[in-house]
Structures are given as C-alpha cells and as structure tokens.
C-alpha cells in the first residue's frame, strides 16, 4: 500500500494544477458545516461505524493539496476519477480518504468466502454437498457514498456484494441420465458370469473429466488369472475358445451402446463373428494391449459411468450435462445364414456311441455385412442420419458330432 500511496502522490502533482485554490468550485461562506468534510455512517443489524474525513486527516495537512482533503464535493470527484484511470481502485480510495480500509475491517465479520456446492460420485451413486455464497463489503459504494458526502453525515445501509456460490440444484442440473443400456448373459456359466461383474465392478464409479480421454482397457487392466479373471469362452481368430477373461467384451459392448446414445461417438473394434446379445455393427471388442474402446469427454463438464449387475444382466448408465438429441441406433444388415453339417469319428468323440448321442463342435454364426447409424432427434423430429461404421462378420458353418449305432431296443419295453 505505502508503495502505491507513493505513486499516487508522484501522479497527484500532475492533478494539483487543477485544484491550488483547493474550494475553487465551492463558493461558500463559513459556517459551522465544512463542505469539504465527508462523513458516512455504516449500518449493518444495528452495528453502525461511522468515518469522518476531518479526524483522519490530522497529521497530513501538508498532503491536502495533492491529495484534495480540502476540495468541494465535485473537484473530489473529478481528482478520483483522473486517478481511478491510472491506478487501482482500493490505493485511490486510501489515497483520497485516508484509513478507508477501517469501514471494511469493522464489518469483517459479515464476509465470507465462497464455497460452491460439490457432487460426489462412487460406486454407489451420487452424493451432494450445498454450498454459500459469499459476502464482502462494496468499498466502491462507500467511496461513491463518500464523494457524495458535502459536510452533512449521510446514513447508509452497509452495502455488499453478493458472489452467487454453484447450487446443488445446478449441479442435478447436469448430472441428468445421458444414456443407458443393458444386454444379457442368461445362458453364460459361472466364469463368464464372474468375468462380467468383475470388468463391470472396475469401470463402476469412474468419473470422466472434460478433454480427458477414457480407455476401457486403462480402467480394467488386463485380463489375465493374476488380476483375478477366469476361463471362459473367446472369440479368436474367427472361433469361440476358451480364454481367461471370456464375458469383457459384452461389458466393453454394452458401455458402448451406452455411449452411443449419451451423445458420444467411441472408438471401437468390431469382433470376427457377429454378436448375439447386441444388434450387427454395435459390438466393441477389447483385447489387452490392442484393441481398446475409448471416447473423448467433449461436453465441458464431467461425465459419470454407473455400472450394474443384475439378474444375468449388465447396464451401464452415464450421467452429465443433459443432450442436445435423442439419439437411436439402427443396423442395416444382410446376413449370409450359416449351415450345420454332422460327423461321426469314433476315435475323436468316443463318448458318442449312439445316433441319439450329440455333441456341438462348432458353433454356428451367420456371415453379416452391416453399415450402423445413429438417428438424431430434436422434440421428436429426425434432424440427422449418420453412418458410423460399415462391419463385415465372418461366416462359420456349425458342425456337430454324432454317435454312429443305432440305441438298442430294450425288450422290457
């Protein structure tokens, strides 16, 4: 302060040409009331603090000239307002009406900082917490109460300044349900199963921050027996095998389609073969180390995925600032239908002895070429159609095996 009250006083002799007979625009005749005297009283709740010029000006009666203690009201005002161009306000307001600061410093207690609302999010939901606004004390109101002020003391309400805190009510405002999507897994086993909760239970929770890039694999890890997946059923090279973390890729597509209809466009692999719990061209095949599913959180505010698993189902739910569309998935697809063939051979199937004994060897999967699209609606009209991915699915024929004698005939029967 002392270094910008220096710099004032160099700035001030420039002004003080304009105010050497410092009651110039103040024609008066003495009188008990000083018109160059500026006095407030501050009022808050019945605390009242009053400021008079003349009482903080003794012992710089040799600055008045340069520093105007002594000018009418509008000479003060023009001298303020050629500093206030120059230098920061809070130096001018010091400079002009020494101890200024004082009004302020009595009324701390009414100011506060401003804490804005925040939302939690975990595994379990969302959590809010409210905030408060923040008060200070207006000085730019007191000093224009004191530029006013021509001797006589005006009474004035304590103003403040109000800094709007972010509301628990704005934040719901953007933690609305963006997209959401559930396939299922009725017929998978056990491993699958736990394949599925434990992926989904990883991504769970997982808050998306604006520009930040998420990556399915990054979040998950890799699927491997020493991070705790099991064998189970994989697409590899165009056939189902088994291989440890079978069931992820379902989780991957299902956040996906998730996504998809969030208002995100992900990066995505397609799978060899063509899926059975999601439309052709809407899969997202993962595999650790290179294929990943990604997407870009582009909407300037955080994004938040829920995963859920219930009743040999996965939904994944994603939460942030409300769509500007409504979007819908179509698949246009033409499917080259797989057929089944049978063997028999003994040495490779010896547990099948009967015709009535049977056993899939290979799994049967149509050929598809599909071309997706994402439908955009606004208030229920279609404003765009766009194509996103153009898929080709490999074709496998089904082959079963079966036992080569006929059943006996049971004579009791």
């Known amino acids: 302060m002392k270094k910008f009250l220096s710099v004032i006083f160099a700035l001030a002799v420039v002004f003080a040409g304009a105010f050497v007979v410092y009651r110039a625009d103040t024609a008066f005749a003495e ?54 161009r120059q230098l920061p306000k809070r130096a ?19 100011c506060r900082e401003r804490i804005d609302a925040t939302v939690g999010f975990d595994a ?24 006013r002020s021509d001797g006589k003391t005006t009474r004035i309400t304590l103003p403040l300044v109000y800094d709007k805190a972010v509301t628990v009510a ?45 990556s399915f694999n ?17 697409i590899m090279d165009g056939q189902y095998t088994d291989g440890v973390g079978g069931g992820v890729c379902q989780v991957s597509t299902t956040l996906y389609n998730a996504l998809l209809l969030a208002n995100f466009i992900p990066s995505a692999s397609a799978h060899s073969l063509v899926s059975s719990y999601v439309k052709a061209g809407f899969d997202a095949m993962v595999s650790y180390g290179s294929a ?28 942030g600032v409300p769509n500007k569309y409504r979007v819908e998935r179509e698949s246009v697809e033409v499917r080259d239908k797989f057929v089944t063939s049978e063997i028999v051979d003994k040495a490779k199937y010896p547990e099948l002895v009967y015709t009535d004994q049977t056993k899939v060897v290979i799994n ?33 024929d089904c082959v079963i095996a079966r036992g080569y004698a006929e059943r006996p005939i ?4």
């Open 124 to 147: 379990k939901g969302f959590t809010y917490t409210a905030g408060q606004d923040g008060v200070s004390v207006n000085e730019d109101e007191l000093f224009s109460a004191l530029l």
């Open 31 to 84: 009188t008990d009331r000083e018109p160059w005297n500026a006095v407030i009283v501050a009022e808050y709740r019945g605390d009242v603090c009053r400021y008079e010029l003349a009482k903080h000006i003794k012992g710089r009666e040799n600055e008045s000239e340069s520093r105007g203690f002594y000018l009418g009201r509008r000479a003060r005002a023009r001298l303020a307002d050629g500093l206030l």
């Open 364 to 396: 049967g999967s149509d050929g598809v070429k599909s071309q997706s699209y994402l439908k955009y609606y606004i208030d229920g009209v279609l404003t765009e159609s766009r194509l996103i991915r153009k898929n080709t699915y490999k074709r496998v």
């Open 218 to 234: 990054n979040t998950v890890g890799a699927r491997t027996e020493k991070n705790g997946y099991k064998q189970a059923k994989v």
């Open 292 to 319: 990943d599913l990604t997407f870009v959180n582009d909407t300037g505010y955080p994004v938040y995925i829920q995963g859920v698993i219930k009743d040999k189902s996965v939904t994944f739910n994603i939460y």
């Open 170 to 214: 704005e934040l719901k405002r953007n933690t609305v349900l963006k997209g959401t999507f559930t396939t299922r897994y009725l017929n998978s086993g056990a491993n699958r199963c736990f394949n599925i909760a434990r992926s989904t239970g990883s991504i769970n929770g997982i808050t998306v921050y604006p520009n930040e890039t998420f």
């Open 410 to 413: 049971d004579d009791a029967q």
């Open 92 to 110: 001018v307001y010091e400079y002009l009406f020494p101890d200024f600061g004082d009004i302020a410093e009595h009324f701390e207690y009414v």
